[in-house]
């Protein structure tokens, strides 16, 4: 089992920014791809982005591409969503997630959730 913990989310202004962490433990981190999805209300959930177990390869949706940037340190078992020029559609919960490594760093498989953190944009 791998368990993930999320910090980071709170209420920010449209143009501003935020950096998400997610701690693991359980297993060996650096042995998993992770990933981070957000759920609005009343909305599907949506793959933001991922980042292959070495931190060589990412993933990014075309809605966050060129503001969020997805990153890892593997010597302190955290994985971290930085998000930039934020927009209140950003407003919603974020997951950080993690699976044992998949050809498609695209796959919407995932083996592990965490909990979720708010992240909220005001106008």
């Known amino acids: 089992q791998v368990q993930l913990v999320e910090s980071g989310g709170g209420l920010v202004q449209a143009g501003g920014s935020l950096r998400l962490s997610c701690a693991a433990s359980?297993?060996?981190?650096?042995?998993?791809?992770m990933g981070w999805f957000r759920q609005a209300p009343g909305k599907e959930r949506e793959y933001v982005a991922a980042?292959?177990?070495?931190?060589?390869?990412?993933y990014y949706s075309d809605s966050v591409k060129g503001r969020f940037t997805i990153s890892r340190d593997n010597a302190k078992n955290t994985v971290y969503l930085q998000m930039n020029s934020l927009k209140c559609e950003d407003t919603a919960v974020y997951y950080c997630?993690?699976?044992?490594?998949?050809?498609?760093?695209?796959?919407?498989?995932?083996?592990?959730w965490g909990q979720g953190t708010q992240v909220t944009v005001s106008s």
């Open positions: 359980g297993r060996t981190f650096s042995n998993y791809d």
């Open positions: 980042i292959n177990k070495i931190g060589s390869n990412t």
């Open positions: 997630t993690a699976r044992t490594p998949s050809i498609l760093l695209r796959s919407t498989r995932w083996d592990y």
